[in-house]
């Protein structure tokens, strides 16, 4: 019966906690309002930062695909040899797909250029040899790994040259590497930035408040029961800021799709630009929480 009585008390003591809480937001709603959609801009940015790093690896995928290891066969080789080391190749690990280019192919693709018809005539036989294009696989995230797998190709007999351009590929990962490092630097920067405006708004709350919670001092309430209902504030802060970002971020992506498709069109890219998922929400709307408790319990420690 006496533990029975004692949780009957924590869950009042919580509830009346929750109500005063909801009540101080309510106590100025333009004021709340305004904080509100303060921290929920400072979520979208924070947000919109992620998935723009999330949507460049995506494109990486894409540009990564774009590159071909060309191998250039020797002279030597007969068409069957041909065909046996474009298996080979083809079954290779690290190699998605492979393009067989023969050497007379080459040729009638160069007699089609402007010019080059009545050069081709002058030639006594034809000087190209038949050429590989190998897409590396998506899995080789690194320009090491492709490199080894380049490294790897460009020594087989069959092979009498390979051309790859492996520092296009380490500029790519180098400016993947910049955005993902600056994204992380505005995320943590975007979060202070929301906990201060918690923390600044609930310090205005307690300055408004001093002589209620002076009242509840001398009457010999705990700390824990003046904070308490800061803390939910500053939850509640949090949380509905959280929400609010999450339909701000979405709105903003489908005002952005179209013309984002047409961008991807001219060039020529399947890309398609999704809304945030589920699980982004659902870690947003606990972070922006965590962080509304966090800077609740921080001001609430100090100013009291």
Known sequence: MYMLKRDHVFVVAHQEALQRSVRFLFYR????FMTIM??????MLASLSWMGTHHITDLRGYWQGSEHISLYLRHTLTPTEQQQFLSQVGNSSGVAAVTF?????GLRLLSQQDGMQDMMQY????????????????????????D?????????????????????????YSVMGFFKQLSRFLMILLAM???????????????HRQEEIQVLQLLGAADTYIMRPFLYS????????ACLAIVLVDVFLVMLRTGLNQWAEVYQMHFSLSLMPFSVMFGLILVA???????????VSRYL
């Open 289 to 299: 929480s965590a962080l509304g408790w966090m800077s609740a319990r921080i001001t």
């Open 29 to 32: 709603p333009w004021s709340t």
């Open 101 to 105: 280019t023969s050497s007379e192919e």
């Open 193 to 207: 930035t929301a906990m201060l405006v918690i923390g600044n708004t609930l310090r205005l709350i307690i300055q």
């Open 38 to 43: 303060m921290i929920a801009v400072t979520l």
């Open 234 to 241: 500053g939850t509640w802060y949090g949380f509905v800021s």
């Open 148 to 172: 080894h797998l380049f490294q790897t190709l460009r020594v087989l007999p069959q092979v009498e040259d390979a051309k790859f351009d492996l520092d296009w590929m380490g500029r790519l």
């Open 123 to 146: 030639l006594p036989n034809n000087p190209l040899p038949a050429m590989i294009e190998v897409t590396p696989s998506a899995a080789l995230t690194t320009p090491e790994s492709v």
